[in-house]
Each structure stands twice: as C-alpha cells, then as structure tokens.
C-alpha cells in the first residue's frame, strides 16, 4: 500500500464530495439549460472518480512503497513552521504597520531564522526592505500599504 | 498584414529606444532569475510583473517575453555549473552538462548550450512569424462547440504528457478547473464558493497562485534541505565552439530544434518534455550512445535547443487561439489580461503592436541573450555564489511584493501564502502543480464554452459530433485516451504515464 497517495486520493475524494453536496443543493440545473452549478459539480463527478481510481492504485501498490512520515524524516520542518508563521503575522501587521515597517520586522526574523547574526540580520533587512521600498513604491510608484505612520 | 510586412512593422515597434531597454532590461532580468537554482520562468515572470505594470502593454509584454527567453537562457548555466537545473527544461542539461564541466570542459557546454538555444529559438521564431497569421484567421471561424473541443483536447495533451502519475495529473487539472470557477458565475451572476467573502466575488488571480507554488513552494522546498550545492571551482574559457564541436553538436541542433518545435506548440508539451526527447533520440541515433551521460556535447545541444525552440513555438496557441499551451504560458495569460489585453485570434487584428512587436522582439532577445550571456556568464557565476541564507529572504520578499501589487491587496499575499503551502504539501505527495495551473487557466473558457454549446444546442452533445474540428478534437482525444488503457492492458502497468 502507498500511505503517500492514499492519502492524497483521500484528500481529493473528501474535497469533492462537499463541493458536489454543496452544488447539488444550489441546483444544477438541465441539460439544455445549465446553472451556474452545472460545472462545478460536472468537475467533483470526475474528481471523485478519479480519487477512487488513485485510491484503488494506492491500495493495490507495492508494499514499503512511500510512506507519509518519509517525506518528513530527513528535513528541518521546524525552520518552515517558523517562517510560515512569521510570513501569517506579517499579513495580519501589513495593513496596520504600513509596509515598510511590517517588512522589516519580517525580514530581520527571516535572516536571522537563516543563520544570521542579530546585528547582519537588522542591517540585512534594513536594506532589503530599504531597497524593496524604494524600488517599488518611489521608483515604480506600487501604492504599498502605508498603516498608521504613513509609510 | 502579411508575415513579412508584419515582422517589418513589429521591429519598428521593438527597436523603439524605451522598448529596446524594456527587451534588453527583460533578458537581463529573466536570465538572472532563471540562474537561481529552483526559480525558474514561472516564478521569474510571477514575481518580475510588478516591474510592468507602469508601462504602455506593448512595452510590459516585450520586457515579459524578454523575462521568459532570458529565464530559459538562464537555466542552463546551474545545471552545468552545479548540477542543480535553474529550471525543469534545464534537468537534462545536467546529464552531461556537469559532466563537461567536471572534466573542465564548462567553458564549452556552456557555449553550446548558449549558441544552440539561438539557432533553435531563431528557428522556433520562423515556425512561429509563419504560422501564427493563418491560424489566427482559422481560429476565428471558431464557435463555443470548437473552443470547448480544443481546449478538452487540452487537458487531455496535459494528462496524456504528463511528468508523472496520469491519474495524479487529471486530479490537479480538475482541482485547477475547481478553483478557477470560484468567484462570480459568468453567465448568471450567481455567487460560487465565495462564503460571502467580498475578495472571492472576482475569483482568484493567476499570479499570487503561480508566486505561490513555483515561487514560495520552492523556497520552502530549499529551506529544510540540509545541504547546498557546491558550485565547481573550474575556469570558463573556450566558451566559442571549435569546428570539431560545431560538427559533433550540429545535427543534435537541428533535430532538438525540430522536435522541440512540434511538442512546443501541444498543450502540456512545451520546453520540458522536449528536453527529455531530444536527448533520447539523440542518445539512439548517435554512433555513441555510451558518452551519454559522460560529457557528450550533443547531450547539451539537443535539450537546449528543443526547450529554446518550444519556448518560440509555445507562443503559437497563445497568441492565435488564446490558449496557454503550458504554464508559463498561462502566467504570461494572466498578464496579458492585467494589461487589459485579451491573447487570442483578434489580437493580430486589435493590437497588431503586441502582436508582432512580440514576435520581433523575440528575434532581438535572442541576439540580446547570445552577444550578453558569453560575456556575462562569470558573473551568473557569482550570482550562485549568493548564499542561500541571504537568497531565500530575498526570493519570499519578491514574492510578497509580486503578490500584493496585482490587486494592491493584503489578500492576495494571504492566497500565495497559502498556495505556497498548498505547493510544499503537493511536492511531499508527488503530485505536478503545472497542471493546476493551466486548469485553472482554461477553467473560465472550458465553462464556458461547453455551457453556450450546450445552450445552442439544447442539451445535445451532438454538437461536438457535427462540426469537423470539434469532431477531429475529439478523435484525437479519444486516441490520447485508448493509448494508455492500451498499454495498461498489454503490460499491467496501473496509472503510470506511457513514458
């Protein structure tokens, strides 16, 4: 059995069948009159078929084919937990703290979450969102978000 | 306009001074990108499209076209230099790319992969100035049943080509078509998936999606690896070919050319799939089959031409039917879209500005990369000396930036954050993003078009059945089908592509 693909046809064959629930009770309307339902649910059909046929070519795999936690093992996923959490907290800062301020902060925990001292991380980030605001919103005139302070 | 007078009229649109430093600036650009291991021309032109948005469509499309020629030039040099290709057309360059390089030969592969990717996307450009004019006027005897027919025919070129598992494929381009028909129903209005939220009412846009499985999706991909590649400490010299090299690499030119001209232009082909043939039937021709693999030049010049020489062609179905062939193709779509133009068989008519200043400024790229990239190599070599710890900050910060400056919109960096995760999740289970792309790309038109169809037709599928392209469509489809099943049922093989 292939842990790795089944439960990724899982994953398909659950997100289909809501949708499909979820289109079916809109109304799909007719043959000669299609809704706004009508592909949508045209589309899960097929999904669900086919993340049966993935399901059944999972199960029937090679034994001590790939397993979920192998895909795991031999990597630092502490270090991407960190950014992605950094990078959620920079969404939910942007529109407050403005862009410049809100990229700095996002940028020195970046550098410094690869290996930078704390003083090379500050003074990496004050150039690159230095630079990245200069580039963007003096030269190229992209209306950045500018949060409280104005900037 | 016939080829001709069109080609005249679209180099008096590129050599225009502020196009010319657009195309020039373009090159430059993609080619540094496209040097970076992991980011290759979909993240180029993802993150780089900001760079355009001030400026007239003709110029952004010009310095767009620049980007991807320049990102497809690009990734060469890693797969030569550190055996870590810049991008998926460039994997089999590194066969025996790295290979020259070890026995300090870098100087020329790397001059041959730059010379060949010229004469092959020169000839790519011919192909493309020739045919691009007729199609378009085929294309718009095209109703609904016909559009609908091609672009099925589509899908099923994406699943049928595809890198990987089929059934894997057909998933991501249906979830890809899912996610395309979130939004506002186009013929009716009706809210679809939104759950009321006011972004969701324009549907998701192509680029933060992109940015975020080619772009942060491999910078997460890169961020828990646990070593780096190690750059090779060789001088580049003799990066002109000699005559010996020249007769060695020149069939393996042509033949690369012509093929990655054909798959160029089939939807789900393109520049990658190309690479992996050319080298195949170069392997079987030659009278050497056992230096492939051990720093044979031909195994260079096939691959990079076929990709440069699709890279051309692709544009075919995009500029005359507005259909994105793979999904570089589909992210330079959507920025034809942002520019407020519409790619497809009025655009020769409607803009003839973009549409032959796009091609003519291909012929210039092409001049631009080959006099730039012998001179300019050293210094893509210290580009890789970059470290990682100083790039991946950098690359999330250009995604950020890229995401948010489509819509100006704090949402739109949350939707790449979350498809840069989506990305990494479909990478750890070996599914190919490619597909959900170009799904979602033609999703709106696959939608639309089967629903006017059927429309017309009141309900009937037979109207696929009467009009003859539909019906060729079909057929091929049909076969593109049967093949597999057929080679299910001969080895036993399950749901494995044919390659």
Same mark, same amino acid.
């Given at each position: 059995?292939?842990?790795?693909?089944?439960?990724?046809?899982?994953?398909?064959?659950?997100?289909?069948?809501?949708?499909?629930?979820?289109?079916?009770?809109?109304?799909?309307?007719?043959?000669?009159?299609?809704?706004?339902?009508?592909?949508?649910?045209?589309?899960?059909?097929?999904?669900? #078929?086919? &993340?049966?046929a993935?399901l059944?070519s999972? %199960?029937?795999? =090679?034994?001590? @084919?790939?397993? *979920?936690?192998? /895909?795991?093992?031999?990597?630092?996923?502490?270090?991407?937990?960190?950014?992605l959490?950094?990078?959620?907290?920079?969404?939910?800062?942007?529109?407050?703290?403005? #862009?410049l &301020?809100?990229?700095?902060?996002?940028?020195? %925990?970046?550098? =410094?979450?690869? @290996?930078?001292? *704390?003083?090379? /991380?500050?003074?990496?980030?004050?150039?690159?969102?230095?630079?990245?605001?200069?580039?963007f919103?003096?030269?190229?005139?992209?209306?950045?978000?500018?949060?409280?302070?104005?900037? | 306009?016939?080829?001709?007078t069109?080609?005249?009229?679209g180099?008096?649109?590129?050599?225009?001074?502020?196009?010319?430093?657009?195309?020039?600036?373009?090159?430059?650009?993609?080619?540094?990108?496209?040097?970076?291991?992991?980011?290759?021309?979909?993240?180029?032109?993802?993150?780089?499209?900001?760079?355009?948005?001030?400026?007239?469509?003709?110029?952004?499309?010009?310095?767009?076209?620049?980007?991807?020629?320049?990102?497809m030039?690009?990734?060469?040099?890693?797969?030569?230099?550190?055996?870590?290709?810049?991008?998926?057309?460039?994997?089999?360059?590194?066969?025996?790319?790295?290979?020259?390089?070890?026995?300090?030969?870098?100087?020329?592969?790397l001059?041959?992969?730059?010379?060949?990717?010229?004469?092959?996307?020169?000839?790519?450009?011919?192909?493309?100035?020739?045919?691009?004019?007729?199609?378009?006027?085929?294309?718009?005897?095209?109703?609904?049943?016909?559009?609908?027919?091609?672009?099925?025919?589509g899908?099923?070129?994406?699943?049928?080509?595809?890198?990987?598992?089929?059934?894997?494929?057909v998933?991501?381009?249906?979830?890809?078509?899912?996610?395309?028909?979130i939004?506002?129903?186009?013929?009716?209005?009706?809210?679809?998936?939104?759950?009321?939220?006011?972004?969701?009412?324009?549907?998701?846009?192509?680029?933060?999606?992109?940015?975020?499985?080619?772009?942060?999706?491999?910078?997460?991909?890169?961020?828990?690896?646990?070593?780096?590649?190690?750059?090779?400490?060789v001088?580049?010299?003799?990066?002109?070919?000699s005559?010996?090299?020249?007769?060695?690499?020149?069939?393996a030119?042509?033949?690369?050319?012509?093929?990655?001209?054909?798959?160029?232009?089939?939807?789900?082909?393109?520049?990658?799939?190309?690479?992996?043939?050319?080298?195949?039937v170069?392997?079987r021709?030659?009278?050497?089959?056992?230096?492939?693999?051990?720093?044979?030049?031909?195994?260079?010049?096939?691959?990079?031409?076929?990709?440069?020489?699709?890279?051309?062609?692709?544009?075919?179905?995009?500029?005359?039917?507005?259909?994105?062939?793979n999904?570089?193709?589909?992210?330079?779509?959507?920025?034809?879209?942002?520019?407020?133009v519409?790619?497809?068989?009025?655009?020769?008519?409607?803009?003839?500005e973009?549409?032959?200043?796009?091609?003519?400024?291909?012929?210039?790229?092409?001049?631009?990369?080959?006099?730039?990239?012998?001179?300019?190599?050293?210094?893509?070599?210290?580009?890789?000396?970059?470290?990682?710890?100083?790039?991946?900050?950098?690359?999330?910060?250009?995604?950020?930036?890229?995401?948010?400056?489509?819509?100006?919109?704090?949402?739109?960096?949350?939707?790449?954050?979350?498809?840069?995760?989506?990305?990494?999740?479909l990478?750890?289970?070996?599914?190919?993003?490619?597909?959900?792309?170009?799904?979602?790309?033609?999703?709106?038109?696959?939608?639309?078009?089967?629903?006017?169809?059927?429309?017309m037709?009141?309900?009937s599928?037979?109207?696929?059945?009467?009009?003859?392209?539909?019906?060729?469509?079909?057929?091929?489809?049909?076969?593109?089908?049967?093949?597999?099943?057929?080679?299910?049922?001969?080895?036993?093989?399950?749901?494995?592509?044919?390659?």
């Amino acid at each position: 059995m292939n842990q790795r693909d089944l439960a990724g046809s899982l994953f398909f064959l659950a997100l289909a069948s809501i949708v499909l629930v979820l289109s079916v009770l809109q109304g799909i309307g007719t043959l000669g009159h299609p809704g706004a339902w009508f592909v949508p649910s045209v589309t899960c059909v097929l999904m669900i #078929f086919f &993340a049966l046929a993935g399901l059944v070519s999972a %199960v029937r795999g =090679r034994s001590g @084919a790939a397993c *979920v936690a192998e /895909a795991w093992r031999p990597v630092r996923w502490r270090k991407n937990a960190a950014v992605l959490a950094a990078l959620a907290v920079y969404v939910a800062l942007l529109p407050y703290a403005g #862009f410049l &301020a809100a990229t700095f902060l996002l940028m020195s %925990v970046l550098f =410094r979450l690869n @290996a930078l001292t *704390v003083k090379a /991380a500050l003074l990496a980030a004050c150039l690159s969102s230095g630079l990245a605001y200069g580039l963007f919103y003096l030269l190229l005139k992209t209306p950045l978000p500018r949060g409280i302070w104005g900037f | 306009m016939d080829a001709l007078t069109g080609l005249l009229y679209g180099l008096s649109v590129a050599c225009d001074a502020s196009n010319l430093l657009l195309l020039l600036g373009g090159c430059l650009l993609g080619t540094l990108v496209g040097v970076l291991p992991g980011l290759g021309p979909v993240g180029a032109i993802s993150i780089l499209l900001p760079l355009t948005f001030q400026l007239p469509p003709a110029g952004a499309i010009i310095m767009l076209a620049g980007i991807y020629n320049g990102a497809m030039y690009g990734g060469s040099t890693t797969s030569i230099l550190i055996n870590v290709p810049g991008e998926a057309a460039s994997v089999v360059t590194c066969l025996d790319g790295y290979r020259m390089a070890k026995k300090g030969r870098a100087g020329q592969a790397l001059g041959i992969a730059v010379f060949g990717s010229f004469i092959a996307g020169t000839l790519g450009l011919v192909g493309l100035q020739l045919v691009a004019g007729p199609l378009s006027t085929l294309a718009l005897k095209f109703g609904p049943p016909e559009y609908f027919a091609v672009i099925f025919l589509g899908f099923a070129f994406i699943v049928y080509l595809a890198q990987r598992s089929m059934i894997k494929a057909v998933l991501m381009t249906l979830s890809g078509v899912l996610l395309s028909l979130i939004g506002l129903d186009p013929i009716t209005a009706e809210q679809r998936m939104t759950f009321g939220a006011l972004h969701l009412f324009e549907g998701l846009n192509v680029v933060p999606l992109a940015i975020g499985l080619f772009g942060l999706a491999e910078v997460f991909g890169n961020l828990e690896k646990t070593a780096s590649a190690k750059i090779l400490r060789v001088k580049i010299r003799n990066l002109f070919p000699s005559r010996r090299q020249w007769l060695a690499a020149k069939w393996a030119i042509v033949r690369g050319s012509v093929i990655g001209f054909f798959l160029g232009i089939l939807p789900g082909g393109g520049p990658v799939l190309s690479t992996f043939i050319a080298y195949g039937v170069e392997k079987r021709l030659s009278r050497h089959p056992e230096t492939f693999g051990q720093g044979a030049i031909e195994g260079v010049a096939a691959p990079e031409a076929a990709n440069n020489a699709a890279a051309s062609t692709s544009f075919i179905p995009l500029l005359t039917l507005g259909i994105p062939p793979n999904v570089v193709l589909a992210v330079l779509f959507g920025a034809f879209l942002i520019h407020g133009v519409t790619p497809g068989p009025l655009l020769m008519t409607q803009h003839p500005e973009i549409f032959w200043g796009v091609i003519a400024s291909m012929y210039l790229g092409n001049v631009i990369l080959l006099i730039l990239n012998l001179p300019f190599i050293p210094l893509w070599v210290q580009v890789l000396r970059i470290p990682d710890r100083i790039l991946y900050p950098l690359i999330i910060l250009f995604c950020l930036v890229g995401a948010y400056s489509i819509n100006n919109s704090v949402f739109d960096i949350g939707v790449m954050v979350l498809f840069g995760v989506i990305g990494y999740f479909l990478k750890k289970f070996d599914y190919e993003a490619a597909p959900l792309i170009l799904g979602f790309v033609l999703g709106p038109m696959f939608e639309v078009n089967l629903r006017r169809s059927l429309l017309m037709s009141q309900g009937s599928f037979g109207i696929f059945l009467e009009r003859p392209i539909a019906l060729i469509a079909f057929a091929v489809c049909a076969i593109l089908i049967l093949l597999p099943v057929v080679k299910i049922i001969r080895t036993g093989r399950g749901g494995r592509s044919p390659r």
